[in-house]
């Protein structure tokens, strides 16, 4: 009985609820939500079915995870969790999204500090509710990420290929490409986010085997590299 008193002293103190979500306290700085939110406006919008490499926020709270009908990349991990997202939810995904749901497909490392989830979240109920204003946030330009894109360093030889870079298949539906691979993997790209090219150079790959290689920091970008361009058209199959 003492202990139980302790934990829930410590949890009113502390100012965390005891369902183990955050407690929005009256000093929480929208403001500063807003900002944070400006690295996630690289990935999400909060525009009704603007979708861009992850799905519109808009609507967020109450939405069953994986569900929303105008994205088509949800992971298979995300869209079998049964996640309602709602104020406890989205802390803990934000906390360690690895861990919450392992094998899902977002690259975000999560947010550690609970104030900073707190602000984020604060912002993120407001703009995201049914009658919010539509908004657009600016996302981080592209030339701060020139140095992390490629270049300087040597490309890798593309005759021989491991098995998760080996592409067999690629469909194409709507804003999404699907690309399997031959490690019997099949991974989903924003049609923005994967870049089509070709090298015929002796290090290019076989003829007929195309290469999918990681593009930038993030594991939701990538180029797919052909032997010669006529390739392309005979390996992208438009398919729902």
Not at 36 to 44: D, E, I, N, S, Y
Not at 108 to 119: H, L, S, V, W, Y
Not at 194 to 219: F, H, N, Y
Request: a neutral charge; aromatic letters at 6%; charged letters at 25%.
């Amino acid at each position: 009985m003492m202990r139980e008193r302790l934990t829930l002293v410590i949890a009113i103190v502390g100012g965390i609820s005891i369902s183990g979500a955050p407690a929005l306290s009256a000093d929480v700085n929208l403001n500063r939500g807003q900002r944070a939110f400006g690295a996630c406006a690289a990935c999400h919008s909060l525009e009704p079915d603007r979708n861009m490499t992850g799905p519109s926020l808009a609507g967020l709270w109450g939405r069953k995870a994986g569900s929303l009908p105008s994205f088509e990349r949800f992971s298979d991990a995300l869209k079998s969790s049964g996640i309602i997202w709602d104020d406890r939810s989205l802390d803990g995904w934000l906390t360690d999204p690895d861990r919450m749901v392992p094998d899902n497909e977002m690259p975000f490392n999560g947010i550690k500090d609970a104030r900073d989830r707190a602000e984020l979240l604060a912002f993120l109920k407001e703009a995201t509710k049914p009658d919010a204003a539509p908004q657009r946030t600016a996302q981080a330009p592209m030339g701060g990420m020139g140095g992390m894109m490629g270049g300087g360093g040597r490309e890798p030889n593309l005759k021989s290929l491991e098995p998760n870079m080996q592409v067999k298949a690629i469909t194409y539906c709507h804003d999404s490409y699907r690309v399997a691979t031959a490690d019997g993997k099949t991974r989903h790209f924003w049609e923005r986010n994967l870049r089509l090219k070709t090298d015929s150079s002796q290090e290019g790959p076989q003829s007929g085997a195309p290469a999918l290689v990681p593009a930038g920091m993030m594991g939701d970008r990538a180029d797919v590299i052909f032997a010669a361009p006529v390739e392309i058209s005979k390996m992208i199959e438009e398919r729902c």
